[in-house]
């Protein structure tokens, strides 16, 4: 069954089919050839796996993200944070990380962030001066960002993979790596900055003005305070914050700002309702995938064969980001993050690793290999958008994603970083 599984799966990568899609199709064909298992298993496992209360949660921060994105409020924070930051040498590529920084705690996803502030702040930068290869990676890179700091999608969806770790704990753990990973970038920026001489820099504002550029940020920069205070505070869980944040999005884009116009509403649920069919589209196809994985006993003989290597717990951690590295090069990170899970957790318990700092290091992994080649889905984004050779953003791209590797060597070799908040709050398990 092994060999129809992987075979079928991988023929269908190299003739070019979506990598949902191959799951499905070498999942159908393996249970069908196989015989063990009568053919009904397999749509009863596409729809387990998504018939989960928790993944209700994705649609509902997607819906959010649109919804806060129509009502332009996306304009708002990019104000805000040049007033903050666009003063400082490389001016635009701080403001492009800082944007970015603000918008992961709406969107929670790279590729909503590559798309939309990304895409504008690609434009500015080009029209400053700057590189558009360089333009283009920075923006690819800070876009990583939207699945690090909380709510996150990815987080979401490796909570309900994992029952180890908690969406809550998961959330927490985030904030300080997204932070590192902005300071990082940031860093990266000044020196490539100074080093070919852009010297585009805004306007210092005063303190009156930047108050301004805070308070008409202020809608879109209390919706992550919202979603993580109820949660903490107990008021509700996160799928019941993911559909407050809709509630918010709603009151705010249609009352407050006035942004949002009704007749807007239908196209944002469209939208809406295409990404999250093909978001769970991935969860569903890829339930099946790993369900047989669990029945091959793939992950005990890999935890055995990793067990024969090295009993050595950081080594184990070490092992585990090569090889999430190296999936993420060439499998995009939802459909590597539901195989991978099932896999790699019994190593978890094998090696006694804390399962929230193993959670934290596997997502950071894999959001970096959003910008990794081959594959590097918000490199096509950008590169697509900003009409630059894909090649040329992704040679640009390679400082700023050795930038990323250290905060994640950093992850892994220092837990604290990533469990003190999960641990001050209660949510470690």
Request: glycine fraction near 10%; hydrophobic fraction near 65%; charge should be negative.
């Given at each position: 069954m092994s060999a129809?599984?992987?075979?079928?799966?991988?023929?269908?990568?190299?003739?070019?089919?979506?990598?949902?899609?191959?799951?499905?199709?070498s999942g159908m064909a393996a249970v069908l050839v196989d015989g063990r298992f009568m053919g009904m298993v397999v749509p009863q496992y596409l729809f387990?796996?998504?018939?989960?209360?928790?993944?209700?949660?994705?649609?509902?921060?997607?819906?959010?993200?649109?919804?806060m994105s129509a009502s332009g409020l996306t304009s708002s924070l990019m104000k805000f944070a040049n007033d903050l930051v666009g003063h400082i040498r490389g001016g635009l590529g701080h403001v492009n990380v800082l944007m970015s920084m603000l918008f992961a705690g709406v969107s929670g996803s790279a590729l909503a962030d590559a798309a939309g502030p990304g895409a504008i702040e690609m434009s500015m930068m080009r029209k400053a001066g700057y590189d558009p290869a360089y333009a283009g990676a920075l923006s690819a890179t800070t876009a990583t960002i939207?699945?690090?700091?909380?709510?996150?999608?990815?987080?979401?969806?490796?909570?309900?993979?994992?029952s180890r770790v908690t969406v809550a704990g998961l959330f927490l753990a985030g904030v300080v790596p997204g932070v590192l990973l902005g300071a990082a970038l940031s860093a990266v920026n000044h020196w490539v900055s100074i080093k070919r001489g852009y010297l585009f820099r805004s306007r210092r504002p005063t303190l009156l003005g930047l108050a301004k550029s805070f308070c008409h940020a202020m809608p879109a920069l209390m919706l992550p305070f919202i979603i993580m205070f109820g949660i903490l505070?107990?008021?509700?869980?996160?799928?019941?914050?993911?559909?407050?944040?809709?509630?918010?999005?709603?009151?705010?884009?249609l009352f407050i700002t006035r942004g949002l116009k009704w007749g807007a509403i239908l196209p944002v649920f469209v939208r809406a309702g295409n990404m999250t069919a093909a978001v769970l589209l991935i969860v569903s196809m890829a339930s099946i995938f790993s369900w047989l994985l669990t029945i091959l006993q793939i992950p005990q003989s890999l935890a055995n064969h990793i067990g024969s290597i090295t009993k050595s717990p950081a080594l184990v951690m070490i092992l585990v980001a090569i090889l999430v590295f190296l999936c993420g090069m060439v499998i995009d990170t939802l459909p590597a993050l539901i195989i991978l899970v099932p896999v790699l957790g019994p190593l978890v318990d094998k090696f006694g690793l804390d399962p929230l700092h193993f959670a934290m290091a596997v997502v950071l992994n894999l959001a970096i290999g959003l910008v990794t080649p081959p594959v590097g889905p918000v490199l096509f984004v950008i590169s697509t958008v900003g009409r630059v050779r894909f090649e040329d953003v992704a040679k640009a791209a390679v400082p700023l994603i050795l930038a990323e590797m250290v905060v994640l060597v950093a992850v892994i070799a220092f837990p604290s970083i990533s469990v003190s908040l999960p641990r001050f709050f209660g949510f470690m398990r």
């Open positions: 129809i599984l992987f075979g079928v799966f991988f023929i269908g990568l190299f003739v070019g089919l979506p990598v949902s899609i191959s799951m499905g199709l387990n796996g998504i018939s989960s209360f928790p993944l209700m949660a994705v649609p509902f921060f997607i819906l959010a993200a649109e919804l939207g699945p690090i700091i909380p709510p996150s999608i990815i987080m979401v969806i490796y909570a309900i993979s994992d505070a107990g008021i509700f869980t996160p799928t019941e914050a993911a559909a407050v944040a809709v509630a918010y999005a709603l009151v705010v884009g």
